[in-house]
């Protein structure tokens, strides 16, 4: 029978050990920052360190970043059309009818370095309405491009920016290279069947052939020297890059 002094001793010895950190063997993991280190057991049951996320946090993730980056782009958008709206000429000095008159060749190269510069933010402005009637007038196109848009997205999330693999359903994985191929596979057949080589291509020549046409046609409406002048004096608006 043991004193109960050695009882006391071996109950301050159990107490004061230190606690199996995990009953599972540990595995070291390092993702895309060398300084950000995580440790899952090897079972997979979960993460140490605060870094674990659930499926959940990873779907409203992926939410917010969509929601982000259509802000981004709605701000940029929103920032060169302000930027072009103030540098916008004057409708009727761009249609004067009394400018336009069939040029030389040496006469073209000059007018068209000189219109396209100074009528820039005008012929930005037929873009997007040319761009904004293609897309309307082909809306299959602009939904599955939107949709290819929204599926490559959603796979960079899950996928920490494509450097990881993504665990679909039961023991099935999802590797780079697997969802590179599958994901551009997938956007090419959506581009082609819904007419997307011709709707771009009629959208390019109809802009070249505007653009174009009118800087050529119309007589140059400024020097050189007066667009370098212009362009030292102009402020800058810039700040929604």
């Known amino acids: 029978m043991e004193s109960p002094a050695v009882d006391q001793s071996q109950k301050i010895a159990s107490e004061s050990s230190p606690a199996p950190l995990m009953s599972a063997p540990l595995i ?4 895309e920052e060398p300084s950000e280190l995580q440790w899952m057991d090897n079972g997979g049951s979960g993460e140490c360190g605060g870094n ?3 499926d959940g946090e990873k779907e409203a993730g992926v939410g917010m970043g969509i929601r982000q980056r259509a802000m981004q782009m709605f701000y940029m958008a929103k920032g060169m059309a302000e930027t072009s709206w103030r540098g916008m000429r004057g409708w009727r000095d761009f249609a004067d009818r009394s400018k336009f008159n069939p040029p030389n060749k040496m006469d073209a190269l000059s007018r068209a370095k000189v219109n396209l510069v100074y009528f820039k933010s005008n012929y930005m402005f037929l873009m997007g309405i040319l761009t904004v009637w293609t897309v309307l007038s082909n809306i299959m196109f602009t939904l599955s491009m ?7 997205k959603i796979y960079f999330e899950f996928s920490d920016g494509g450097r990881n693999t993504v665990h679909l359903a039961g023991d099935k994985q999802l590797r780079p290279i697997e969802a590179y191929v599958g994901l551009a596979f997938l956007t090419f057949l959506l581009f082609y069947f819904t007419g997307g080589s011709s709707t771009v291509f009629w959208l390019v020549t109809t802009c070249i052939i505007v653009i174009l046409g009118h800087a050529t046609m119309r007589e140059a409406a400024a020097t050189q020297a007066e667009l370098a002048l212009e362009e030292l004096s102009r402020p800058d608006d810039t700040d929604w890059v």
């Not at 070291?28 to 993702?31: G, L």
């Not at 939107?146 to 490559?152: T, Y």
């Open 28 to 31: 070291y993991r390092a993702h």
């Open 146 to 152: 939107v949709a290819s848009g929204c599926a490559w």
């Open 52 to 54: 674990a996320k659930t």
